[in-house]
């Protein structure tokens, strides 16, 4: 490990060792929300509202940070959201976080905008989980879940948020559109960036490798195939498609991007195993509320028939403990491990997963819980805004 990643103390350093390495444009990528960016920010800001409770004179000598979720064991509690393009931020890409991850004791999910093939990731060692829409083409869906069946994965992330791409306005200031609309200042940035401009330069083309072979010859750059996959989105998907394609799976099945009681009831009726509570980081719906903020209801309503994960703004081990008190299984992560990823590849995940498994550990022992299933509703409280006076 670098000396620069070991001095980075937690996520934060992270990204900002991520910004100083990347350029702008692909920084922003990854940082970036949907429009003003209030549901990005109060992802994480809400995760203040919630007040901790500990319990001391309680032997915490052996702490347990292990969980189960879609019928894996889980070293701790946090797994790899799916999230696209990780070749864009560094060469070791999807392969090298899911690496990083198998190797802290978790599971990474693979996004189907990968840059590696669906067989690339399933030859990983360790427990994967594979992300797929429900595209307008239900036959490439189907592909990818036999795909994902035959290399192994343990479970099936169904996303539903998506019935139109969100508009990420950080983008658009840079220039990463299609086709890609770059300032000069974009490519400026890519110029003081030489080491990830060679990186990208020396190693493979980029393309979304699990629909490159649906891309006509010739039109194979990697602008061509976001367009193709962005008119894969299908705003009139339904529950009708998701039970569809939880039948196909035929196994553990997480629907991701649940906010309501509603929709959580409708994930259950179609026959999901488990829901993300999940506003795609803030990238898609702006205005909608803190996921934290939406979790109690849902596990109120479902919780006894399904697993609930949180997802969304998580940057300290402080808002796992907080998510597992309002009654998560496990909490997916995206930027943290990204910003890890950008700030030194395959090693800089592995610091990642360190950072967050240590704090998880250190607020449990000072919270006198011993196993997560030690982390109850009492051990959370609403922190109520002081009264106007
Ligand atoms: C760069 C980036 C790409 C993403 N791509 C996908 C994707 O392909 N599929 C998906 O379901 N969610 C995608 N997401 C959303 C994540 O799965 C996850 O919901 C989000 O990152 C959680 O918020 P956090 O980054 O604050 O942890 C993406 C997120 C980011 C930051």
Same mark, same amino acid.
């Given at each position: 490990?670098?000396?620069?990643?070991?001095?980075?103390?937690?996520?934060?350093?992270?990204?900002?060792?991520?910004?100083?390495?990347?350029?702008?444009?692909?920084?922003?990528?990854?940082?970036? =929300?949907?429009?003003?960016?209030?549901?990005?920010?109060?992802?994480?800001?809400?995760?203040?509202?919630?007040?901790?409770?500990?319990?001391?004179?309680?032997?915490?000598?052996?702490?347990?940070?292990?969980?189960?979720?879609?019928?894996?064991?889980?070293?701790?509690?946090?797994?790899?959201?799916?999230?696209?393009?990780?070749?864009?931020?560094?060469?070791?890409?999807?392969i090298g976080v899911a690496r990083a991850l198998a190797r802290s004791g978790s599971v990474f999910t693979q996004s189907c905008m990968s840059n590696v093939t669906i067989?690339?990731?399933?030859?990983?060692? %360790?427990?994967?989980?594979?992300?797929?829409?429900?595209?307008?083409?239900?036959?490439?869906?189907?592909?990818?879940?036999?795909?994902?069946?035959?290399?192994?994965?343990?479970?099936?992330?169904?996303?539903?948020?998506?019935?139109?791409?969100?508009?990420?306005?950080?983008?658009?200031?840079?220039?990463?559109?299609?086709?890609?609309?770059?300032?000069?200042?974009?490519?400026?940035?890519?110029?003081?960036?030489?080491?990830?401009?060679?990186?990208?330069?020396?190693?493979?083309?980029?393309?979304?490798?699990?629909?490159?072979?649906?891309?006509?010859? =010739?039109?194979?750059?990697?602008?061509?195939?976001?367009?193709?996959?962005?008119?894969?989105?299908?705003?009139?998907?339904?529950?009708?498609?998701?039970?569809?394609?939880?039948?196909?799976?035929?196994?553990?099945?997480?629907?991701?991007?649940?906010?309501?009681?509603?929709?959580?009831?409708?994930?259950?009726?179609?026959?999901?195993?488990?829901?993300?509570?999940?506003?795609?980081?803030?990238?898609?719906?702006?205005?909608?509320?803190?996921?934290?903020?939406?979790?109690?209801?849902?596990?109120?309503?479902?919780?006894?028939?399904?697993?609930?994960?949180?997802?969304?703004?998580?940057?300290?081990?402080?808002?796992?403990?907080?998510?597992?008190?309002?009654?998560?299984?496990?909490?997916?992560?995206?930027?943290?491990?990204?910003? %890890?990823?950008g700030a030194g590849g395959e090693a800089g995940v592995d610091r990642a997963c360190t950072i967050l498994h240590q704090q998880i550990r250190r607020s449990m022992a000072?919270? =006198?819980?011993?196993?997560?299933?030690?982390?109850?509703?009492?051990?959370?409280?609403?922190?109520?805004?002081?009264?106007?006076?």
């Amino acid at each position: 490990m670098t000396r620069a990643l070991e001095a980075c103390r937690n996520i934060a350093d992270l990204r900002a060792l991520a910004r100083r390495r990347m350029p702008a444009p692909i920084f922003h990528y990854v940082d970036g =929300g949907a429009e003003d960016e209030v549901t990005l920010r109060r992802n994480t800001q809400a995760f203040e509202d919630y007040e901790l409770e500990p319990e001391y004179a309680v032997d915490v000598s052996a702490i347990d940070t292990s969980t189960t979720i879609l019928g894996q064991q889980l070293d701790w509690p946090v797994v790899a959201a799916p999230t696209g393009l990780l070749g864009l931020l560094h060469r070791d890409g999807e392969i090298g976080v899911a690496r990083a991850l198998a190797r802290s004791g978790s599971v990474f999910t693979q996004s189907c905008m990968s840059n590696v093939t669906i067989e690339d990731v399933g030859a990983v060692p %360790g427990a994967k989980m594979l992300q797929a829409y429900t595209f307008r083409d239900r036959g490439l869906t189907r592909e990818f879940i036999a795909r994902g069946r035959e290399a192994g994965f343990v479970a099936l992330c169904l996303t539903f948020d998506v019935p139109v791409p969100g508009m990420r306005e950080r983008d658009l200031l840079y220039g990463l559109t299609v086709p890609p609309r770059l300032s000069i200042g974009s490519l400026l940035d890519f110029a003081l960036h030489p080491r990830w401009s060679l990186r990208y330069l020396s190693g493979p083309p980029l393309r979304i490798a699990n629909v490159a072979h649906r891309i006509a010859e =010739g039109t194979s750059d990697l602008s061509s195939i976001i367009q193709f996959v962005t008119n894969q989105y299908d705003p009139s998907a339904t529950w009708d498609d998701a039970a569809e394609m939880i039948g196909y799976w035929d196994g553990p099945v997480a629907i991701k991007g649940v906010m309501t009681p509603g929709d959580a009831k409708r994930a259950a009726a179609a026959g999901a195993s488990a829901i993300v509570v999940s506003n795609h980081g803030g990238r898609q719906l702006d205005g909608a509320a803190a996921t934290i903020d939406r979790l109690a209801p849902v596990v109120d309503a479902v919780g006894g028939d399904l697993e609930v994960i949180l997802d969304g703004g998580i940057r300290r081990g402080s808002h796992v403990i907080k998510a597992l008190a309002l009654g998560a299984r496990a909490c997916m992560a995206g930027r943290a491990f990204l910003y %890890g990823l950008g700030a030194g590849g395959e090693a800089g995940v592995d610091r990642a997963c360190t950072i967050l498994h240590q704090q998880i550990r250190r607020s449990m022992a000072l919270s =006198g819980v011993v196993r997560t299933a030690d982390i109850t509703r009492e051990r959370v409280s609403w922190r109520r805004p002081a009264r106007p006076v």
